[in-house]
């Protein structure tokens, strides 16, 4: 079997470390005409760190992440709405990572060139199109420097891994139109900052209005690390029109930020100073789309953010793309037909990454601060006084066990994987 994956992201690179751990072929193709380390910082949850465990990365990310301890929810004023121990503080067996996404993605990309070899990922190839009969399909990329024809390429399975504005979801799905914008735009950036707590907590704070976000994504060095923050503010209606593709992640000018630092207080962090100190600092519009009733049509699929693009709340993006890679490889392994096994995937992972898009449209986890601030935008003596222990762990436990991080969920995920 030969499988192309059209997108070298983590999605995309995840799911061909783990098709060649399973014996099959693939190639993968880039839009970009070089694997750069962009963005900024992300968490990347338990379920998802135990699969790249299982690919023998976790020395690995132990060199360029940081094992989240504790979650703290805070209303703006800076009172502690909810705590909870992470990863393995909070008994799972692996941990929660805090890390920048690019060093993330270069870990992954680092070991497909290792095990695959260089030859496994093409730059500069972007997915212009493709043809199956009842045999494979061919799929036709253009350089996406030069902007000419660049190859054909014929194997048994295409997967899409291409992002949001993924040409595989579009081929499908001509009429979908732009991603849905929720009138939220998130300032994001990082800079090295003085240990904050014990150097591998973060902190979500703010409400219905918006939040502030903080947590360190690279080991300490002579008391100061790298140090993540992220601002969310509602400027315009839910349903507005999104920004334009190409200004999705555009830097933006401090001064448009700065005023909007000061909403929100961190006990130990001088928000507006992090948000000065930060040389450069990046816009993107807070999108997704509704979940899809079908993914799979005969040997091409959906995966990752191209399948379920969702608000970045709840720490489950990136986390979500690796489950798939799983599942697919999975399947692949183990169907007499690359069809078939198209469907398992489908069966399995469509339904629950449709969940997760839609409780984070609702606010996920966070949700637990915007109740706060509903009963008590001025804050409280006692939270217990506002909203009860039950009704808060409800809210975020609730969450955890939907989208399949909590500790109970992972250990019998995981039974169930040894079992098979």
Known sequence: ??????????????????????????TLYEHATRVREVGVGINTLPHAIRELADLGLLPALD??????????????????????????????????????????????HDAVIERLGADAIVTGASLAGFMQDEGGVTAHFTDSAKGGAARTVRGDVLICADGIHSAGRRAFYPDEGAPHWNGVAMWRGATEWPVW?????????GGMGGKFVLYPI??????RQLMNWVVNIRVAPDGSSPPTRESWSRPANRADVLPHSTRFHVPGCDIAALVEATEQIFEYPMCDRDP?????????????????????????????AILDA???????????????????????RLPKTAEIVRLNRKGGPERVIDEAEKRSPKGFDAIDEVMTRAEREDIVGTYAGKAGFSVAGLAARHGMARGR
Do not use: C
Request: charged share 20%; no cysteine.
């Open 197 to 205: 707590r014990d150097g591998q907590s973060m902190a979500i704070g």
């Open 326 to 348: 799983r599942a697919l490889a999975d399947a692949l392994a183990f169907a007499e037909h690359p069809r078939q096994a198209l469907y398992v995937y489908e069966k399995d």
């Open 63 to 108: 060199a360029v992440g940081v094992r989240t301890r504790e979650l703290f929810y805070l209303n703006k004023q800076g009172q502690e709405v909810w705590r909870e121990l992470r990863g393995i503080d909070a008994g799972h067996p692996v941990p929660q990572f805090s890390i920048h996404r690019g060093r993330l993605q270069r870990v992954i």
């Open 218 to 223: 690279a080991p300490a060095s002579g008391g």
């Open 292 to 320: 899809l009733p079908r993914w799979t049509f005969g040997r091409v699929t959906l995966l990752g953010d191209a399948a379920h693009p969702m608000y970045p709340v709840g720490s489950n993006g990136a986390s979500q």
């Open 1 to 26: 079997m030969h499988v192309i994956i059209a997108g070298a992201g983590i999605g995309g690179l995840t799911t061909a470390l783990m098709l060649h751990q399973r014996g099959i072929r693939v």
